[in-house]
């Protein structure tokens, strides 16, 4: 079993930053990919960005050059860094991961509880 934690939303004004935080801990052998996703109210739940196993960091178009996907300082854990928060960037921060668990359960996805970014003057 792998678990989620994420942390780091909160309130903030425009153009204020945070920091967002998820950790994986459990039956991990090796993680594919950390991806952030956020649901807007009455929207569909979109990617935002991600990074996988050799680094490399992707971004939705609406968050490109505002957002930062980078590993964190402990084991399996990352970081988003928003930077130059709009009201429009008002979600709940899913953090989602695909890992290689072992030979006998292979592949497992799964999700974290979410965490809310309110932006808001």
């Known amino acids: 079993q792998v678990h989620l934690v994420e942390s780091g939303g909160g309130l903030v004004q425009p153009g204020g930053s945070l920091r967002l935080s998820c950790a994986a801990s459990g039956s991990i052998f090796s993680i594919y990919a950390i991806t952030w996703y956020r649901q807007a109210p009455g929207k569909e739940r979109e990617l935002v960005a991600q990074?996988?196993?050799?680094?490399?960091?992707n971004y939705a178009d609406s968050v490109q050059g505002r957002f930062t996907i980078s590993r964190g300082d402990a084991r399996n854990s990352v970081y988003l860094q928003i930077d130059s928060l709009k009201p429009e960037d008002t979600a709940v921060y899913y953090c989602h991961v695909r890992v290689y668990i072992d030979n006998k359960h292979g592949v497992g996805v799964y999700w974290g509880q979410g965490t809310q970014v309110t932006v808001s003057s």
């Open positions: 990074i996988t196993s050799n680094n490399s960091a």
